[in-house]
């Protein structure tokens, strides 16, 4: 037991036949990677199960499905609070959310001996706390997209320039690693152009073009995820393409942009598929920037994250509601301290926001 988590150690090889190791735990969402250059991999949808290799002798599970009644009337007994007016709403959440999902938003409120709430607690807290967490995840799902095009065309539109617009089929340009390497590189992107064959930008490379046999760069960059540019960024060749890339975003240590991509991809897929953040370590940290200031006090915080989108979306002069909106979501749910989150209280004059 670590902070009342439970863990399960899973081995998984993810679609790119990645092999990956991380613990399972309880409450849900909760991610504790094990260690590995692949490991943030696992956030990915829909897992491929390789192999599974539990760490500890189990028994058969023997628990039965429980109604929302039911689940409802078991939540009071164990001393949460359920007003009469409340009662309705909390069945619309355990059907359409969940109990096994809600409970990640009153697991920590449990004693661990007992399994009783404390004094006071009630279900129209834990509502507040999965409607917080999910407005907070839709603010950074937007805050991320616009970042994520604005890397990929740093990628695409900087190696093209300089090499050519076929830059990924050159084998100069990359120096490949046990974990990620051209190979690798170029079947992904086989695979994504035939998924966009029926878009018309793919459509109207192949009408007119048989060589190269892929479309270029800013072609390719409308179809394949975040994460490959993040992948592809860190077998750059040479160290100068890295820094002009890091460089329009303000950032002259090309290991610093690459943990913070990085970090940026996993949060992505995090919050794309519905993942927790409110109290959650996070499964990958980034970097500190200390020419910037930039020093985490918790580098695997939600704030750290924060920080790392309020510096980027900046260098990109581009708009951006990122700070209004942490500012809209604190405002509406005051019963829950962005201090949970890893904010301190003088979070705007922090170093990377302002």
Not at 22 to 27: L, N
Not at 316 to 324: C, I, S, Y
Not at 332 to 353: M, N
Request: charged share 25%; net charge positive.
């Amino acid at each position: 037991m670590d902070r009342q988590v439970m863990r399960c150690h899973f081995r998984l090889a993810t679609s790119e036949g990645i092999a990956l190791n991380f613990a399972a735990t309880h409450p849900p969402h909760v991610l504790v990677f094990g260690q590995g250059s692949a490991q943030a991999d696992v956030q990915k949808a829909g897992f491929l199960f390789g192999s599974l290799n539990v760490a500890q002798p189990t028994v058969s599970y023997q628990k039965k499905a429980s109604s929302p009644e039911f689940l409802l009337q078991k939540l009071e007994a164990r001393g949460l609070n359920i007003s009469q007016g409340t009662r309705t709403l909390a069945l619309d959440y355990l059907r359409g959310v969940g109990a096994y999902r809600l409970k990640g938003y009153w697991f920590h409120l449990v004693d661990p001996v007992s399994k009783r709430f404390p004094p006071g607690a009630s279900f129209d807290e834990v509502l507040a706390r999965c409607d917080f967490d999910r407005e907070l995840r839709a603010a950074a799902g937007a805050a991320i997209d616009r970042l994520e095009v604005a890397v990929r065309a740093a990628i695409a539109d900087g190696l093209s320039l300089k090499h050519s617009p076929h830059w990924f089929l050159e084998p100069s340009v990359f120096k490949p690693t046990r974990e990620w390497g051209m190979g690798q590189l170029i079947r992904k992107i086989e695979e994504e152009v035939r998924r966009a064959e029926g878009k018309r930008f793919v459509e109207h490379y192949f009408s007119k073009y048989d060589d190269p046999y892929l479309p270029p760069s800013w072609v390719i960059s409308e179809c394949v995820s975040f994460g490959l540019w993040s992948r592809t960024y860190s077998i750059l060749r040479d160290v100068n393409d890295k820094k002009a890339i890091s460089r329009r975003f303000s950032i002259d240590e090309p290991d610093v942009f690459k943990s913070w991509i990085h970090n940026l991809t996993v949060i992505r897929n995090l919050v794309a598929h519905h993942g927790q953040i409110l109290r959650v370590k996070l499964g990958v940290a980034p970097a500190n920037y200390k020419k910037a200031g930039i020093k985490f006090r918790d580098q695997k915080s939600f704030f750290a994250t924060a920080t790392v989108i309020q510096y980027l979306l900046r260098q990109t002069k581009l708009p951006n509601t990122w700070v209004a909106d942490l500012d809209h979501i604190f405002a509406k749910y005051p019963s829950i301290s962005p201090s949970e989150l890893g904010f301190p209280a003088s979070w705007k004059s922090e170093p990377g926001w302002v």
